[in-house]
């Protein structure tokens, strides 16, 4: 299972999430707004994943949610300013960031059972803990006004698309 691209995405997103925001035209207070609405978000998808995911395969779940955060990184290219998109954006994003953090423990579950499961856990976390440490540092040039504004989004785009191709080969693998 490969969600650690995911992990460094987000981490990088958050962290430069106004800065971002602002330079994709919103003003210094709306982008704040819309940040805010990135934790909510969260908490609703994991309120649906809980609610009604028991009804479905972790991993098609898993699929899902790491799709969205594509179309997330999608919507936020086309935002140009744009209030209305820049919510759409706070609300596919923190809907997908809040069920992947459930799946995330769902998933090797179901693939690897459940002996071993906490070492298992384990030593898919690790790379995604270093990622997440040097993500924000590593793509802080990057969010710098005097850079192209889009060539790094674009990089995070290929990676959510990465992670979604490497997630779908990992499961159907895992399967056979």
Excluded: D, K
Excluded at 152 to 165: T, Y
Aim: charged share 10%; glycine share 10%; proline share 4%.
């Amino acid at each position: 299972m490969r969600v650690r691209a995911e992990r460094l995405i987000v981490t990088v997103l958050t962290v430069h999430l106004i800065s971002v925001l602002q330079r994709q035209g919103l003003t210094l207070e709306t982008a704040v707004w819309i940040g805010s609405f990135f934790g909510p978000m969260q908490v609703l998808g994991r309120i649906l994943e809980f609610s009604v995911g028991g009804r479905f395969v972790s991993r098609n779940i898993g699929m899902l949610a790491l799709s969205l955060l594509v179309v997330a990184i999608c919507v936020l290219l086309a935002l140009a300013g744009q209030t209305a998109v820049a919510l759409l954006f706070a609300v596919i994003f923190g809907f997908s960031n809040g069920v992947v953090t459930i799946v995330r423990g769902t998933v090797p579950a179901e693939l690897f059972g459940r002996t071993g499961y906490g070492r298992t856990l384990g030593n898919l976390a690790a790379p995604a803990l270093v990622a997440r440490a040097i993500a924000p540092l590593a793509f802080a040039p990057l969010a710098l006004p005097q850079t192209a504004p889009f060539g790094w989004l674009f990089a995070l785009l290929a990676m959510a698309i990465l992670s979604v191709a490497s997630f779908a080969f990992a499961v159907r693998l895992r399967r056979t």
